[in-house]
């Protein structure tokens, strides 16, 4: 496939990581370290290993997986090994593994002596559509997602398939809503060939065109002033539904559980306050709800759940901030809604499992 150029590096789409190596090879960093975490240690590591049988002379920095750690403790520790290691400001961080290896990798890259190189190495499916392009770098603030970061590109971003065989389904269907997101905000054919599609085997033209949208947006308006917060549907609510979830839950909402629930109140939203056709409500919904588990959605959660939105980064002069879809495959933001709106939400998503 056809390397897609972003804000002044490529994103790569070859399952041998052939151009990872050539770029490796065609470099000269003083030193290389690898961000992992436990997980991708042991999966993810080996793939590298086959791929790049050649690859020596690194460093692998890892961490705890899960987005409960990734915080500024954690980057602290990324930190001081980078340190430990002897890192300059010639050395490369290769980032391997999902959102919040490649989130927390990218703060840390962007901020180690003021900034060192570091490519993306995306190894599940939510990091390979969305986390890994647009140059957002970011660790959360307690229970605040993404509030800490910064707008660093990378130097590339390379994707395999051959990692995604290392997740099961759950992840795969989690890294699905964010694709299932790009339909609906930006083309309606794109999420018509989605409903006809396996969520558990999604062939690489998906994943490629998912990329493409997203590239398409973060390119044209890279700072988060106008088209990039279309990016941001499902994500008020859903964001703070996760984050309540990660606190109450013995089982946890992965990201892309909590977003599939914030695209189904945001689509309520949409259809009350930006002309969302009814009929595209119920199919948005009923699509969702195929794909992905219900979830219990407590009316005694509420009040967290409101709270943890207040802090939301879109918030304007403490206005809660949407995108919402004015049509399937089109999307509008800077929507500022009220509490009340918002519940009327909650409880269209709580009563339809009952």
């Known amino acids: 496939m056809t390397p897609i150029q972003s804000n002044g590096y490529e994103v790569f789409f070859d399952d041998e990581l052939k151009d990872l190596k050539d770029f490796l090879d065609n470099s000269n960093y003083s030193k290389v370290f690898f961000l992992t975490d436990l997980h991708t240690s042991e999966h993810c590591m080996p793939v590298i290993g086959q791929l790049i049988p050649s690859l020596e002379n690194y460093d692998i920095i890892e961490v705890d997986p899960g987005e409960e750690n990734k915080n500024i403790d954690y980057c602290i520790g990324v930190w001081q090994m980078l340190l430990d290691f002897g890192a300059d400001r ?50 959360d603030l307690g229970n605040i997602k993404n509030i800490i970061g910064t707008f660093t590109q990378p130097k590339a971003v390379f994707i395999s398939s051959k990692f995604l ?96 629930i914030g695209m189904i109140c945001e689509a309520f939203l949409a259809s009350r306050h930006n002309g969302l056709a009814s009929e595209e409500l119920v199919e948005i919904t009923e699509y969702i709800r195929s794909v992905f588990p219900d979830y219990y959605l407590k009316t ?53 499992g009952r």
Do not use: W
Request: hydrophobic letters at 40%; glycine letters at 10%.
């Open 300 to 352: 005694d959660s509420y009040g967290d759940i409101l709270e943890f939105m207040q802090n939301d980064k879109k918030n304007v002069n403490g206005q809660i901030g949407f995108a919402l879809p004015g049509e399937i495959g089109k999307c509008d933001f800077n929507i500022y809604l009220t509490n009340d709106q918002i519940i009327e939400s909650l409880n269209f998503y709580a009563e339809l």
């Open 90 to 139: 010639n050395s490369l961080l290769i980032n391997l593994g999902g959102g919040v290896i490649t989130d927390m990798g990218g703060f840390a890259a962007s901020t180690f002596k003021r900034g060192i190189d570091f490519v993306q190495v995306p190894t599940t499916l939510l990091s390979q559509v969305d986390a890994s392009v647009g140059g957002k770098t970011g660790i």
């Open 165 to 260: 065989k290392t997740l099961d389904d759950r992840q795969i269907i989690s890294g699905f809503a964010e694709i299932v997101k790009h339909g609906i905000i930006a083309d309606r054919d794109y999420f018509n060939k989605l409903k006809e599609a396996d969520p558990l085997n999604i062939d690489k033209e998906i994943i490629y065109h998912s990329v493409e949208i997203k590239n398409f947006v973060v390119t044209t308006d890279p700072l988060e002033k106008s088209i990039r917060k279309t990016l941001n549907f499902g994500h008020t609510i859903g964001h703070a539904v996760e984050t309540y979830s990660l606190k109450n839950d013995n089982r946890a909402l992965l990201h892309g559980e909590a977003i599939a």
